[in-house]
């Protein structure tokens, strides 16, 4: 290749967004036609797709029997904040964060909730040491940061017999990743991400820890109805049957169903793992040789294998920010990449969505359009 000789090959599908991510392959509005419209959540036909979409999650997961799933409003940050708020303050409290989502719940402990916590931050492209965490705290912390592309690489660090409960933000995870669900006692995430669904619904799981803290702890601030998981100091079980808080779109849950029977057609979890991994592949196997492009992820160990980001290392770029912003820019412009520029809070780079729903020979297709798109902003700036 020239300089600045366009790529033979575009993806075929351009979708890189990291949330809501590319739909499934060969996605269309059609595959919904199943969805009760009109009808009543609490209807039959509503319940059954319902506790049919908790089932579905267990079955392609590998959730255990013993933990219960439950759908709730607001999306990851509704279930994230939901556990936050009614199961933390029982005993001392951690608070990890390596990027701008775990930051947020930084903010909810400490400024929100007003919790004397001990709060351990990584810059972005680590994640904090895991062994100096003392998970007889309560400890809050985010599996994959899907703005700084690092991820735990393991639940090893976690003792099984620690004393708090573990509360992890999954969502970038969920579906890409190996999550040890006997290391985790509260795990939430959202159908946009890794199955490529909707928005407004996010997932709370809760292991026994969790729903005997819940049954014999009552938070000192008040909570809002659509916080409430118990009545009584008991667990409200419909929840996690199906029997949401508040009224669920059914169309989004039928999308998701969607979601959950491509994913079990193609072998169920390890499937998706391995569509993930291969994608993450693709783009650090097209970096690994080129001086001016790097993993923002400092270790491989904890390099996120679906939010890869990206940083330029080329000592001429002159404005480092303003150059990666044209870089995507010019990357959307030609229709090869949307939404493939780094977080706005996050150090200036290119994020590419590998997650599950993306085709690696698209991500393949990709990469040399990274570099002529590098190459004509280079010469341009
Ligand atoms: C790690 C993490 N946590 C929370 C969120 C918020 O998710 P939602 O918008 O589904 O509430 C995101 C969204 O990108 C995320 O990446």
């Known amino acids: 290749m020239t300089d600045h000789a366009i790529p033979a090959a575009r993806p075929e599908n351009p979708r890189f967004s990291s949330g809501p991510c590319a739909k499934i392959p060969h996605y269309s509005l059609d595959m919904l036609s199943d969805a009760p419209l009109g009808r009543s959540h609490r209807a039959a ?63 909810d402990a400490v400024k929100q909730l007003k919790l004397d916590a001990t709060v351990r931050k990584a810059d972005y492209g680590r994640i904090v040491d895991l062994t100096q965490v003392d998970f007889d705290k309560d400890v809050v912390f985010t599996w994959n940061g899907t703005t700084s592309g690092v991820r735990v690489p393991n639940g090893d660090a976690i003792p099984a017999d620690r004393a708090g409960l573990t509360i992890c933000d999954a969502t970038s995870a969920a579906f890409a990743m190996d999550l040890p669900w006997d290391k985790l006692d509260v795990v939430t995430f959202s159908w946009q991400k890794v199955l490529g669904g909707e928005g407004a619904h996010g997932v709370l799981i809760l292991s ?20 409430r998981l118990t009545k009584g100091g008991k667990l409200i079980e419909g929840i996690f049957k199906g029997e ?33 991994d291969a994608n993450a592949a693709a ?20 390099g996120s294998t679906t939010s890869v980001c990206l940083k330029f290392t080329d000592p001429a770029i002159k404005d480092g920010a303003a150059f990666a912003k044209a870089v995507a820019k010019r990357l959307e412009k030609e229709g090869v990449a949307l939404d493939a520029g780094a977080y706005r809070d996050a150090p200036a780079g290119l994020r590419i969505w590998c997650g599950s729903t993306v085709e690696t020979a698209d991500v393949a297709a990709l990469m040399p359009w990274v570099e002529w798109a590098y190459r004509a902003e280079l010469a341009a700036q």
């Open 208 to 227: 026994p820890r969790a729903v005997e803290r819940l049954e014999s702890y009552t938070p000192a601030w008040p909570l809002p109805k659509i916080f």
């Open 45 to 107: 036909v509503g319940k059954s797709k319902l506790a049919e979409a908790i089932d579905l999650t267990r079955a392609v997961l590998g959730v255990p029997e013993d933990y219960r799933i439950g759908i709730v409003p607001g999306s990851d940050t509704g279930a994230v904040e939901m556990a936050m708020w009614t199961l933390l303050g029982a005993r001392p409290v951690e608070m990890l964060a390596w990027e701008s989502f775990g930051e947020g719940w930084v903010t």
């Open 244 to 276: 949401t808080i508040n009224t669920p779109s059914m169309l989004a849950v039928e999308d998701y169903l969607v979601a959950l029977k491509w994913a079990q057609s193609l072998g169920g979890l390890s499937a998706l793992i391995a569509r993930a």
């Open 283 to 302: 783009v650090r196997d097209f970096i690994a040789d080129k001086d001016w492009i790097a993993d923002l992820a400092e270790d491989p160990a904890t």
